[in-house]
């Protein structure tokens, strides 16, 4: 597809998901950050807490379990999981935590990543005593497939964590192959699915894999998920056991939580799919490939991705002499378009300078993006 019009496939799910949510006050092209949610999600949300006044916190929980119980089997779906194998957590960066607390790998066990690793995973592995290694990449950041499977047969990590989607780079990695090839080699594979739960499949053959509610499941904020397949769930060690009649995943649920957030995720989870994961990933990649045609060039900013990438997250180097956190505020505060500025903090083993993220949920559409150009 080679011209912008046709590339914006299925018109109709992006008209549902305007009209299911507030109207917005601006341009949000920064789902990668938090998404709209649904009327719908906000009000499930409002509507627990009012149950919470009215029945008492611990009753309203208890009536909502059988709903909750209905989400961690879909988001176990969307993974490849079972209702057993997941929990809910406040964040992906709390569901790492967790995990890495279960896990209690001896100090020195070599974790290998990206070199583009988010950097508060990987501050997260150094903190819990464990080694950072870079798993082979090309120019992108893409994993070498080829390369890890030569390191896996040579001198295999304890664990390997794989970022499928970065927050700094809308690159889908191929967690499919390095799956197979983590299986294969008997290393446990962590996926973080934070920028890709809802936005590409998930259901890839990862053992572990977290993620967030906020981005692109549009769900509330405040509430993230572990899912965690049974044999390494055997490895893990709670500080306290679950109890007799749940499963023993769920020792690492959070017990205080913000519980009218998790109604939210499930009923945002039921709207993704209602909408058709697929169709919705199709519409993304199309707005991915739209907004790469629109910005790339506008006032000398250049595009980072592949044009065809499948994914809606672009982000855009600065021209010489332009700051990107002064252009972000420019944009907000002159032209009401909401984007995220990237530090090269954020991945400092892969960037060389700041981004500009651009990154439209399925309700943006191309004149969003010429508005941008425009604004650039
Ligand atoms: C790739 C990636 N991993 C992890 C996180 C952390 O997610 P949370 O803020 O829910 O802990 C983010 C959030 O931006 C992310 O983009």
Same mark, same amino acid.
């Given at each position: 597809v080679e011209t912008l019009g046709p590339a914006l496939v299925h018109e109709d799910l992006g008209a549902a998901w305007r009209s299911a949510r507030p109207r917005p006050a601006g341009r949000h092209l920064d789902s990668a950050a938090c998404s709209r949610q649904s009327s719908r999600v906000l009000e499930a949300v409002a509507h627990h807490a009012r149950h919470e006044a009215e029945l008492g916190g611990y009753v309203a929980e208890a009536t909502a379990e059988d709903l909750l119980q209905q989400g961690?089997?879909?988001? $176990?779906?969307?993974? $490849?999981?079972?209702?057993?194998?997941?929990?809910?957590?406040?964040?992906?960066?709390?569901?790492?935590?967790?995990?890495?607390?279960?896990?209690?790998?001896?100090?020195?066990?070599?974790?290998?990543?990206?070199?583009?690793?988010?950097?508060?995973?990987?501050?997260?592995?150094?903190?819990? /005593?464990?080694?950072?290694?870079?798993?082979?990449?090309?120019?992108?950041?893409?994993?070498d497939l080829d390369g890890v499977a030569r390191l896996l047969a040579t001198d295999p990590p304890r664990v390997v964590h794989l970022t499928h989607v970065a927050s700094h780079r809308g690159l889908v990695q191929p967690a499919a192959g390095v799956a197979?090839?983590?299986?294969?080699? /008997?290393?446990?594979?962590?996926?973080?699915?934070?920028?890709?739960?809802?936005?590409?499949?998930?259901?890839?053959?990862?053992?572990?894999?977290?993620?967030?509610?906020?981005?692109?499941?549009?769900?509330?904020? $405040?509430? /993230?998920?572990?899912?965690?397949?049974?044999?390494?769930?055997?490895?893990?060690?709670?500080?306290?056991?679950?109890?007799?009649?749940?499963?023993?995943?769920?020792?690492?649920?959070?017990?205080?939580?913000h519980v009218a957030g998790r109604v939210g995720l499930v009923l945002a989870v039921g709207e993704h799919l209602?909408?058709?994961?697929?169709?919705?990933?199709?519409?993304?990649? /199309?707005?991915?490939?739209?907004?790469?045609? =629109?910005?790339?060039?506008?006032? $000398?900013?250049? =595009?980072?991705?592949?044009?065809?990438?499948?994914?809606?997250?672009?982000?855009?180097?600065?021209?010489d002499g332009v700051d990107v956190v002064t252009t972000r505020a420019r944009l907000l505060t002159e032209h009401g378009i909401v984007t995220t500025a990237i530090p090269p903090q954020r991945a400092p083993g892969e960037m060389t300078g700041p981004v500009l993220r651009v990154s439209p949920h399925l309700d943006s559409t191309l004149d969003d993006i010429e508005a941008l150009a425009a604004a650039l």
């Open positions: 961690r089997s879909v988001i $176990g779906g969307l993974v $490849g999981m079972a209702a057993a194998d997941v929990v809910f957590v406040e964040s992906a960066q709390a569901a790492l935590a967790a995990l890495l607390a279960g896990w209690r790998l001896p100090a020195g066990s070599r974790v290998a990543c990206l070199p583009g690793e988010y950097a508060p995973n990987a501050a997260q592995l150094r903190a819990a /005593g464990l080694t950072v290694e870079q798993l082979p990449v090309d120019d992108l950041g893409r994993a197979a090839l983590c299986r294969a080699a /008997g290393v446990p594979l962590v996926l973080d699915a934070a920028q890709s739960l809802g936005h590409v499949d998930t259901d890839l053959g990862a053992d572990v894999v977290y993620s967030t509610s906020r981005k692109w499941l549009a769900g509330p904020r $405040g509430v /993230g998920v572990l899912c965690v397949r049974p044999a390494v769930a055997a490895e893990l060690t709670p500080l306290l056991s679950a109890p007799d009649d749940v499963p023993p995943l769920r020792a690492f649920e959070s017990g205080e939580a209602a909408a058709g994961p697929d169709r919705v990933r199709e519409r993304l990649a /199309g707005l991915g490939r739209g907004a790469r045609e =629109v910005l790339e060039g506008p006032a $000398g900013w250049r =595009v980072v991705e592949p044009r065809d990438e499948p994914t809606a997250t672009t982000t855009l180097r600065p021209p």
